[in-house]
């Protein structure tokens, strides 16, 4: 034992290792490098073999010599807490019998009761003023046995502790004049030998001083003072009034208790003489182990409870769970025993706590909440002066150093805290609070005083680890083969991710620092990596300009502005950022692959003409008009051009209206192209090729009105005018059959200027001029007002045909419709669907309904309405509820109906039709006359095609028929002031 004791007095101590780590830290802190933060390496809880053993053999003295009645929620036996103590400190069965022995044979402690005589009230007042001046006299009767915590058998007397404990063991308060309710606040050390036949008392005495009968009399107030005078003046002079006296068997005390003891009579003259507040604490001295008698107590409860909580992890981790910072019920008994037993303070208790939390959390991981109650604690109580010297150096060194650990941790917080493990938001919430808690203290303002402000530090720490973060994920897409294509595929990804990193900083993040430390992690990471982000991105655009961009090299660059364009739409206001950015005008780094990027988009159309055109087929789409499936394929090409044209997007108006000048002539070129190859065939209807070209040209309008300058759009309409009239005359000179007249080309071209006109830049220049405007608009109602009733037979031609349909081969919808004239409003309850056809090739369908009101020219500002979509069902249940706005006198014109359409939903492709039911709103109750419907019946409309049926090709007809339906539709929509142009491109020939 001398060896192991002297070893450990040579051995340096770990405080002086902490000031060290302390002094070095606050330096870092004090003068932050720019971009870096120094790795500090916390410091290690582990123990030497030495320091071990005399740990082990503290622990073991504590449980062995332990004292007082055990807590509710404490062990109870010895054996088990060994046990415990052998595990914790990872002892071999023969090493721990050993030492088990060992401290046995130990001296034994001095055992103490720490009493605290707080208060009393409720007393009995013996002066002749009605008050007393109590004192008490308090000691340990050892060797007799008290039944009951109370005197009991023993024949009541006055004096127990004045006349059974020496006079040397025998403590007394202080004196409090005239008062019922005495406070001592006063503590007293009793020694004791055997707890087992040992109580405590304490006498309560009213002291009593010489006064003259003169004196008394001054003070007489009532007959009931008189008396009192009289019976002092018989008892001997000077004598006490005894007030009551509590009696305690140590043995059914607790390690700590804290009661208000009832004062108990010597007589039955007054039982109620009130209750004195005590508090005990059973505590020893002179301790025989070498760590108590060489180390401050403490220090050493610190290192006992680091090594009882590092088990404590270890379990949980073993486990495969974490540990939530509660101990086990066999580490607690311990830790309060031993805190008991060296008279620990809760304020030293807490700094203890701390310093070993602290510690551990830098080398183990639990939750950082377990910082928060030992730092609550240590502020409640901070008074500088109760620690010594070295004590308020391990302070600060631990501050400095989980403040360093800490600020390292929210530097790699995108590693360390990553978003796939659930709970990481909130442990780094927690951290933060912690850190913020800390810094706040009045502890941590005096023992470190140079420390800058946290969120300038936090600050700092994180535009260092987003640079850091940056590199990192830079190497990691470094490509394994160089060359100017693989590094813009490595840069595009680089970029992806930095856009993902700052979503995730917006959405998640940003709130969590905001909240704690008002600190805007977002504009801070958006700013320092778009200067990352910039100066590579230039570097390689200026790389690939100095040769010809080839067509692999030119997608690659379009998808880097796209993805550029993208992280530049992120960024923050004006308001949260300094000065400008230098992605600012970034899109004139990719000036010289434009060319080459229309050139890719008119040779990918192209080949897509040529393969639509290629597979085309003409199918009927009613008695008076037909459809090309080229018409379906070809607007898809150039919808998927028009997505292009709004990727790019350029910023410079100037600049975007040559660019869009040539997406125009790039998509006249393929409009011209796609007639010379459909020309040929003399089934084919040009509309079919005008279709694709008018909804580019609906979808270039939108775009240009919304990006271009006013006076370039003329000139631009300009160039579409000329364009399309020499579409228009060669697909009129190349349609053999001459089913295309010549009126019917000049009342499409006629259109095609009432369209430019109404855009607000005037008309085509005067030599395309063929009529006064005044003709030609009269010309154009009449054209209107017979493809308007064009339209009207054919819907009237398919309610006529669906209810001539007597199967329901391709199944039918249930329906309930009404109508209330009050509200002009029309209800529509579409309850399911039933036998509908498998179109996926898992056997079944994604069924859903579009509701429409029909002809589209009646109802131009009703949009149409969707339900739900059913996943693989062909007997859906909808149950849903639709409500149109709409008056009655349309409602009732012929050919006015609700169209039912049924699709199935389709997540790659276009979706497949179902089949189509209508329902003439003539026949919804309440339209028609003036009260309001009552109890409104069910419909069952059956399934048609828009085509003849035919059980092999109906499917695929019907999803061609449908795509073929919405360019029409589209139009309509989107230029319903404009209906004449729309009334013509769908009507059939004369």
Request: glycine share 4%; with cysteine; proline share 6%.
């Amino acid at each position: 034992m001398a060896t192991l004791l002297s070893h450990l007095q040579r051995r340096p101590p770990l405080v002086r290792q902490a000031i060290k780590i302390r002094r070095r830290r606050v330096r870092d802190l004090q003068d932050p490098p720019a971009h870096s933060t120094q790795e500090i390496e916390p410091p290690s809880h582990h123990l030497s073999p030495e320091e071990r053993a005399l740990l082990y053999e503290e622990a073991l003295y504590t449980v062995l010599h332990r004292l007082g009645q055990p807590e509710p929620s404490h062990v109870r036996e010895a054996s088990e807490l060994l046990l415990y103590l052998q595990e914790a400190f990872h002892m071999e069965p023969e090493e721990h019998r050993q030492m088990l022995q060992r401290v046995q044979k130990l001296e034994k402690p001095i055992f103490c009761l720490k009493a605290t005589v707080k208060q009393a009230k409720g007393i009995l007042g013996k002066d002749v003023s009605g008050f007393s001046d109590p004192y008490c006299l308090l000691g340990i009767e050892q060797g007799v046995s008290v039944q009951g915590g109370s005197p009991g058998s023993r024949r009541r007397q006055k004096a127990v502790v004045r006349h059974t404990i020496p006079e040397e063991q025998t403590h007394r308060t202080q004196v409090i004049e005239q008062t019922l309710n005495p406070v001592w606040e006063e503590t007293f050390i009793l020694e004791f030998e055997d707890i087992s036949s040992s109580s405590f008392h304490l006498d309560m005495w009213d002291m009593d001083t010489v006064e003259s009968v003169r004196q008394k009399l001054g003070e007489l107030t009532d007959l009931h003072g008189l008396r009192r005078i009289f019976k002092e003046v018989r008892k001997d002079k000077g004598q006490d009034d005894f007030l009551g006296n509590v009696v305690v068997r140590l043995q059914d005390l607790r390690c700590r208790e804290d009661h208000w003891y009832p004062l108990e009579p010597c007589t039955e003259t007054y039982p109620d003489r009130g209750q004195c507040h005590l508090q005990f604490q059973l505590i020893h001295k002179r301790r025989a182990p070498a760590a108590s008698r060489s180390q401050p107590s403490y220090t050493v409860h610190l290192h006992l409870l680091q090594q009882l909580v590092s088990h404590e992890v270890t379990q949980h981790q073993a486990g495969s769970t974490s540990w939530d910072g509660s101990l086990s019920p066999q580490a607690a008994t311990i830790l309060f025993l031993h805190a008991t037993q060296k008279d620990l303070s809760d304020f030293h208790q807490s700094m203890a706590q701390w310093l070993a939390y602290s510690r551990l959390y830098q080398s183990l991981e639990f939750p950082s909440s377990c910082l928060l109650h030992p730092i609550t604690s240590i502020e409640y109580q901070w008074i500088q002066g109760r620690l010594k010297g070295e004590q308020l150096e391990e302070l600060a060194a631990s501050f400095s150093s989980l403040l360093a650990y800490g600020l390292s941790l929210i530097r790699k917080f995108r590693s360390v805290f990553p978003l796939s493990v659930a709970d990481s938001p909130a442990r780094l919430q927690s951290l933060l609070r912690v850190l913020v808690q800390m810094c706040k203290m009045k502890a941590f303002g005096e023992l470190c005083p140079d420390s800058a402000p946290l969120p300038r530090l936090v600050t700092e720490t994180l535009r260092t680890g987003t640079t850091e973060w940056f590199h990192l994920k830079q190497q990691h897409h470094q490509p394994m083969v160089q060359g100017l294509l693989e590094a813009g595929k490595a840069l595009l990804s680089l970029v992806q991710d930095v856009i993902g990193d700052l979503l995730q900083c917006r959405h998640t993040w940003n709130k969590i620092f905001q909240n704690t430390l008002k600190v805007d992690l977002f504009s801070m990471a958006f700013v320092e990596l778009q200067w990352l982000v910039a100066k590579r991105v230039q570097d390689h655009t200026a790389a690939v300009a100095g040769s010809p961009v080839s067509p692999e090299m030119g997608e690659s660059l379009f998808q880097l502005y796209v993805s550029l364009k993208e992280l530049y739409q992120l960024r923050p206001g004006p308001t949260d950022r300094d000065g400008v950015l230098a992605l600012d005008g970034f899109h004139r780094w990719f000036q010289p692959a434009v060319p080459s990027w229309l050139q890719k988009t008119y040779s990918v159309a192209l080949a897509r003409v040529q393969r639509a055109v290629q597979m085309d087929e003409l199918v009927p789409l009613g008695e008076l008009i037909k459809h090309s499936t080229s018409a379906v394929d070809l607007s898809t090409c150039f919808a998927q051009i028009s997505h292009t044209a709004r990727q790019l997007d350029w910023p410079d108006p100037e600049e975007a209206f040559m660019i869009t000048v040539k997406f125009v002539e790039l998509e006249v070129g393929i409009a011209t192209h796609i007639q010379k190859l459909v020309g040929v065939k003399e089934s084919v209807l040009p509309e079919d090729a005008i279709l694709p070209l008018m909804k580019f040209l609906e979808v270039k309008l939108c775009y240009m009105n919304t990006n271009l300058v006013q006076e370039n759009f003329s000139s631009l309409l300009t160039l579409l005018w000329t364009h399309t009239l020499t579409v228009l005359m060669e697909a009129a000179a190349s349609q053999r059959s001459c089913r295309l007249a010549s009126s019917r080309l000049k009342i499409a071209l006629q259109n095609l200027e009432i369209c430019f006109y109404a855009e607000g830049c005037g008309l085509p220049p005067a030599a395309l001029h063929t009529a006064d405007f005044q003709a030609l608009q009269r010309d154009l109602e009449l054209q209107a007002a017979s493809s308007r009733e064009l339209i009207r037979k054919y819907f009237c031609s398919r309610i006529q045909r669906q209810a001539e349909t007597t199967s329901e081969e391709l199944g039918a919808v249930t329906v309930k419709a009404s109508y209330r004239a009050s509200e002009q409003k029309l209800r529509v309850e579409l309850l399911s669907a039933s036998s509908l056809l498998p179109l996926d090739s898992n056997g079944s369908s994604d069924p859903f309904v579009q509701l429409t009101l029909e002809p589209r020219h009646e109802f131009p500002e009703l949009a149409p309405r969707e339900t739900q979509k059913h996943k693989k069902d062909l007997h859906p249940l909808f149950d849903e509820t639709f409500e149109f706005l709409v008056p009655a006198e349309p409602c009732l014109k012929d050919g006015a109906c609700l169209l039912l359409t049924v699709l199935d939903h389709d997540t790659l492709g276009a979706d497949d039709l179902e089949g189509e039911a209508f329902l003439p709103l003539r026949s919804v109750p309440g339209l028609t006359g003036t009260e309001e419907p009552g109890e409104v019946p069910q419909i069952r409309l059956p399934l048609t095609y828009p085509a003849l049926n035919d059980k092999k090709t109906g499917a695929r007809r019907g999803k061609l028929i449908s795509l073929g339906g919405e360019l029409w539709s589209v139009l309509l929509r989107s230029l319903s002031h404009l209906s004449l142009l729309c009334v013509v491109s769908i009507s059939g020939p004369s």
